[in-house]
């Protein structure tokens, strides 16, 4: 079973762009790792998901290094919109870890 | 339609009562989910249904009992609650029951027990 360890929080300003760097060691062969956004009161929103080297969508991109054993969300310019919860899940058990807090300021 | 939705919004009982809550989606997914989550805290899966059948139930107490009347509908039956289960309970579901796929959540009943 896949354990996740993320940073808890994070600060940015608007317009930068913010990597979020998540840490699963045990990570099993077939494992993908998947994203999600949750804002307070709200349901999870899904972001994005790779298997292996990078995935692009119209929101993030996903890095996954050869060996697997870590991701990184980045976040192109980010806006105040953007202040959330992130987090990193792998594998098929669909826990959620810690999760990151980022707070984007003006 | 891309939504999943769940009522009520937001609930409030007592520990004697027996309510339900309901989450519904219209875009044909075959897996649902209960999912538990407390303030400041990650969401805790509770159950899973794959195919209308409950594939996964996380050592959830009794007092909480899942039904999954047809492949849209998914109830969240709720009996002699604590207090300690007031929580944000979030509904989600996906093509199937593989990691592969993204789950849709709902927005959620936040539930008060007094």
């Known amino acids: 079973l896949a354990k996740t360890t993320q940073p808890i929080s994070m600060d940015s300003y608007e317009g930068q762009e913010v990597n979020i760097t998540c840490s699963h060691n045990?990570?099993?062969?077939?494992?993908?790792i998947t994203w999600y956004q949750q804002f307070p009161s709200q349901g999870p929103r899904f972001i994005i998901q790779g298997y292996k080297t990078k995935v692009t969508n119209e929101v993030a991109s996903l890095f996954i290094p050869a060996d697997r054993k870590s991701s990184t969300l980045s976040l192109p310019r980010v806006s105040l919109s953007d202040t959330a919860v992130y987090y990193c899940?792998?594998?098929?058990?669909?826990?959620f870890g810690q999760g990151t807090e980022l707070s984007v300021k003006p | 339609d891309t939504e999943v939705t769940q009522t009520p919004k937001h609930l409030v009982m007592g520990m004697t009562n027996k309510k339900s809550l309901k989450c519904e989606q219209h875009?044909?997914?075959?897996?649902m989910y209960w999912y538990k989550q407390k303030a400041k805290k990650p969401p805790e899966l509770m159950f899973v249904?794959?195919?209308?059948?409950?594939?996964i139930n996380e050592s959830v107490p009794s007092r909480f009992s899942p039904e999954c009347p047809n492949s849209s509908l998914l109830n969240l039956h709720l009996h002699a609650l604590q207090p300690e289960d007031s929580a944000l309970y979030l509904c989600?579901?996906?093509?199937?029951?593989?990691?592969?796929?993204?789950?849709?959540f709902g927005p959620g009943t936040r539930l008060t027990v007094t």
């Open positions: 899940l792998v594998g098929g058990k669909l826990i």
């Open positions: 989600a579901s996906s093509r199937g029951d593989r990691e592969a796929y993204e789950q849709y």
């Open positions: 249904y794959s195919y209308e059948k409950l594939s």
């Open positions: 045990n990570i099993a062969t077939n494992d993908y």
């Open positions: 875009m044909g997914h075959r897996a």
